[in-house]
């Protein structure tokens, strides 16, 4: 390995319909038993949604400088089923399940291995610069399209 290897963030991609993320549980990750802390669960699925996101071509950041409108998360509804621990190799796998006018819906998985230690379904409604709900760019939509899920 060259050391600009190094110097490049991971970055997850897409097998089939699926994106996959894969991260290190590390110990500002855990509670004192070395167990991943609930809430850390939400940030692992946050950088795997944003890493989709960027990867099926579509510039938050850009349009966020641009018109002040984003993606905002409006709704989760999540499963813990099993602990993760400190110094677990894990995957983020994330699918879209539907694409709405104004919001993405999402399944995401937390996988170690082949155990599911967490599985959630969130929305991801596209917001303008006051916070209010508002049709996603049409070009968004049709990537989106593009790696749902088939029906």
Not at 42 to 65: H, K, P, T
Not at 95 to 100: C, E, F, L, N
Request: aromatic residues 10%.
């Amino acid at each position: 390995m060259t050391s600009e290897s190094f110097d490049t963030p991971y970055r997850g991609g897409f097998v089939g319909h699926e994106h996959h993320f894969a991260l290190t549980v590390y110990f500002e990750d855990t509670d004192a038993y070395g167990i991943v802390y609930y809430a850390n669960y939400l940030n692992f699925m946050e950088r795997a949604r944003s890493d989709m996101i960027r990867a099926v071509g579509v510039d938050q950041s850009a349009e966020l400088r641009a018109s002040g409108s984003a993606y905002a998360v409006v709704e989760v509804d999540i499963r813990y089923r099993k602990p993760g621990r400190l110094g677990d190799d894990l995957q983020v796998i994330s699918t879209v399940d539907q694409v709405r006018a104004s919001s993405v819906h999402i399944q995401q998985r937390v996988m170690r291995g082949s155990e599911m230690l967490t599985d959630a379904q969130v929305t991801a409604a596209f917001l303008d610069g006051e916070g209010r709900p508002q049709r996603q760019p049409k070009d968004w939509v049709e990537k989106f399209r593009s790696i749902a899920k088939p029906a």
